[in-house]
């Protein structure tokens, strides 16, 4: 290479100082493992590709161990050589950029294509209220007085005129002139009672549903039935019904008597005489009685048919004050037993007229 004098003798040594000083590249191996074993402090190599814990790039000596330099660069952005760097090379896939936000993209991503904030969906999600909902644009526009609940406008027209607190009525169908609904025309028409038609209104007002069922429940027949044409049935709701008894004197009958029937298949333990449960009671002994309850009443009496097939018993116990012939009866086990109880004054009496075969 030609001398340039403009050089200076200290120039040029400080020039031979520094080349001297240079680290010295000493060689390109293919991986980490492939430097050398025994270089020189200040030696530089290029490891041209990586191994595990190793990148690829430029290492130098320290004197003891070959501390990495940095990565050589091979691409940017896929690009190489000489390269320049626009807008167009910025990756525009991921969420997050230099000249956005992942929160600006994912509002930009709700936006309706085309939007129009205007339309009948968008307006309705708002709350908002179309003008094609409503029957009267113009009449609502113009409204400029409230006609909320407790509010007076005022109305004129062709039968209406004056406030809400104060509205005159014209000539209406259907409408009563000077109308007042309380008057007995009205009151009848509806169903409803006017005072002036009750006898004694006070006692009217007094009577409560308790009192009818007091006086129902003592009703005798001589009050119930209020004429000939009376029936039994008609009794029904003055106080006659299936718990509640009707006294007369004298009852003539022309027709027959049924007589309630009691069947009870599975009799063992405890037995109670109810004569509720009919007067004539079918029973079936399937284990031993050993309890007999006596719940009749002066006068009533019950008849028992009892089917001991299974060979029990009936301890009757002081249930029974008095037996026909001086003692309960045996039962067969055969046939049906016929025991015939009746209750007089506080002593109840019983009787088997026999066995039905």
Known sequence: MAYNSSHTGAVVDAAVTKTTNMPAFVAEVNNYASLSGSPSTGDVAL??????????????????????????????????????????????GSTTHKFTSSGDITKLSNIEENADVTNTTNVTLAGALMDSELTSIADVKALDQSVVSGAAPTFTGTNFSGTAASLTVGATTGVEAGADVTD???????????????????????????????????????????????????VT????????????????INGEIIEKVY??????????????????????LTGNVTTVTDSLADGEAITLV??????????????????????????????KNIIVLWKVGSDLYGMTPGVAS
């Open 47 to 92: 490891v041209k590709a990586a191994s595990t814990g190793y990148s690829a790039g430029f290492y130098r000596y320290s004197g003891s161990a070959w501390v990495f330099m940095g990565s050589a660069v091979i691409t940017v952005n896929t690009q190489t050589g000489a390269v320049v760097l626009d807008a167009d090379d910025i990756d525009d």
């Open 306 to 335: 009892v089917d001991d097939g299974s060979a029990k018993t009936i301890t009757w116990g002081t249930s029974v004050d008095k037996w026909v012939g001086g003692s309960a009866p045996t039962l067969d086990t055969t046939n």
């Open 263 to 284: 069947t009870n298949a599975s009799v063992t333990g405890s037995f109670t005489l109810e004569a509720a449960n009919g007067t004539i009671q079918n029973i079936t």
């Open 237 to 252: 709701g003055r106080g006659a019904t299936t718990t509640n008894g009707v006294t007369v004197g004298s009852i003539d």
């Open 184 to 234: 007995t025309a009205n009151v009848t028409s509806a169903g409803a009672l006017m005072d002036s038609e009750v006898t004694n209104l006070a006692q009217v007002k007094a009577f409560s549903s308790a009192d009818y069922a007091t006086a129902a429940q003592g009703a005798t027949a001589d009050s119930a039935l209020q004429s000939e044409s009376d029936t039994l049935d008609s």
